[in-house]
């Protein structure tokens, strides 16, 4: 515990902006060899300054194999600065990274050697199941009461699926955080807006329909989540579902306004039934109530069959299959992972009722295969996935791995992990920094945090 503020806390989105750039990435990579060897947390170094930029510095194997390490985030973030936190003093220094597949919780201690965290506690899946009801742990969230957790569903693999809480200073699990969940089933990720007491939670499946890959059957009879559900923060009560037809499936990646005035905030939904395109829509308040519009589609792409996997040789088409979206601190610009296609999108959402598409980058694909400018002669698999954008937007960092069962389905022939950086213009012009190139060997990188905060680990209470 500090007893002064945590200095990479920022109250407002417009001071994080300003924040000083960040040296170091840590990444959580899966281990491919399938549950014999595991996973571990890797740091990367960011710092353009430095004679090892680009390169793996350290590296944290887990103590077990199997755990699928997938979302993690850190304990305390600018949350803790709300009028009505009771933790004023919490530091971002540990990080929570637990395993999608083992429902584990390791807590990485960052402080005493920011290249080489530690492990100082492991919450074990017994604990998770015996205190909450839950398995299988996906997104963190760090609130100015504790640190949030969703969960995808119960321990026996179905659902519901839901949040719990961990304490802030002892990462004990406290219980599930619902008190009326209404018609929610499924869970996947939640978002908040702190200054209207509102959270928004997403849907995805239970566990059984998602550990051994996209269910064909499934999937054609519009079974996977394709709602949101608005809830009172502060009673823990569902309020409001938006369903947004159930053609349009897997309705993951939540990105709220960083602006606490604001309430409204982007959701991406993988594919739909009718065309295969991805889309990303907007929920906002009007005269008190929630609703929700598409903004934004991204088409498939026609593709001969003999270039296609198994799983999508009927479709005679490359499904962008958008798997993430990252909103820069300022609201400016929304980022759009199209790991099908092997497209990075940026579209100007400074109007979020009618975003622009301003510029794109491809790597990888299906399809496409394309190189990057560090290799430009070596084809790439995997494309486009979990993206992180620096507090100041102008560095966006991505890899190319989605889920084990998934990586299988789409790319069968095997993912090689890589880390890749965009460099963003004053003007907003993304292009790919050839120097940073991160190859992950045996192992895939998922998702990134950045030293001190980045875009999608922080929450605001000021304007």
């Known amino acids: 515990m500090l007893w002064k503020t945590d200095p990479t806390f920022y109250p407002s989105p417009k001071l994080a902006v300003k924040a000083p750039a960040e040296n170091l990435a840590y990444v959580v990579a899966l281990n491919a060899e399938g549950g014999k060897k595991p996973d571990a947390l890797v740091v990367v170094d960011v710092d353009p300054r430095s004679a090892q930029y680009g390169q793996i510095v350290g590296q944290v194997d887990m103590p077990n194999a199997g755990d699928e390490l997938h979302h993690f985030g850190w304990n305390a973030c600018s949350s803790a600065l709300c009028p009505y936190a009771p933790h004023p003093h919490v530091e971002r220094r540990y990080l929570i990274v637990p395993g999608i597949r083992s429902s584990r919780i390791h807590i990485l201690d960052t402080k005493p050697d920011p290249k080489q965290p530690t492990i100082v506690k492991v919450v074990e899946p017994e604990v998770v199941a015996e205190r909450t009801g839950y398995s299988r742990p996906h997104t963190i969230h760090c609130g100015p009461d504790g640190i949030y957790l969703s969960a995808l569903g119960s321990p026996e693999g179905d659902g519901p699926g839901g949040i719990f809480a961990l304490d802030h200073y002892t990462f004990e699990p406290l219980g599930r955080w619902e008190v009326d969940r209404g018609p929610q089933y499924f869970g996947y990720d939640f978002a908040w807006h702190l200054g209207h007491d509102i959270a928004v939670t997403s849907e995805w499946g239970t566990p059984n329909m998602i550990e051994d890959g996209v269910n064909p059957e499934l999937l054609l009879a519009g079974k996977y989540g394709h709602s949101l559900h608005i809830w009172d923060l502060r009673k823990r009560r569902h309020l409001q579902a938006l369903d947004l037809g159930a053609e349009q499936q897997m309705v993951l990646e939540l990105r709220a306004a960083h602006d606490p005035t604001k309430a409204y905030g982007f959701v991406g939904v993988v594919t739909s039934l009718k065309d295969l395109s991805s889309s990303i829509w907007l929920w906002h308040r009007t005269n008190g109530k929630f609703e929700v519009k598409k903004v934004i589609e991204i088409p498939a792409e026609a593709a001969d069959v003999d270039q296609l996997p198994p799983l999508l040789q009927g479709f005679k088409a490359v499904p962008p299959l958008l798997t993430d979206i990252n909103l820069s601190v300022d609201d400016r610009f929304l980022y759009a992972s199209c790991w099908g296609t092997g497209e990075m999108r940026q579209y100007d959402v400074s109007d979020p009722f009618h975003p622009r598409l301003i510029g794109a980058v491809h790597i990888g694909g299906i399809v496409r295969r394309t190189p990057h400018p560090a290799k430009p002669d070596r084809p790439l698999n995997g494309g486009p996935q979990m993206v ?40 907003g012009a993304i292009q790919f920094d050839p120097k940073l190139f991160v190859e992950f060997g045996k192992l895939r990188g998922h998702q990134i945090r950045l030293q001190g905060g980045d875009a999608s680990s922080d929450s605001y209470c000021y304007p």
């Open 388 to 427: 992180e954008v620096s507090r100041d937007g102008r560095r966006v960092y991505f890899t190319n791995s989605l889920y084990a069962s998934w990586d299988k389905q789409f790319y069968p022939e095997g993912i090689d992990g890589w880390m890749v950086k965009l460099d963003v213009g004053r003007d």
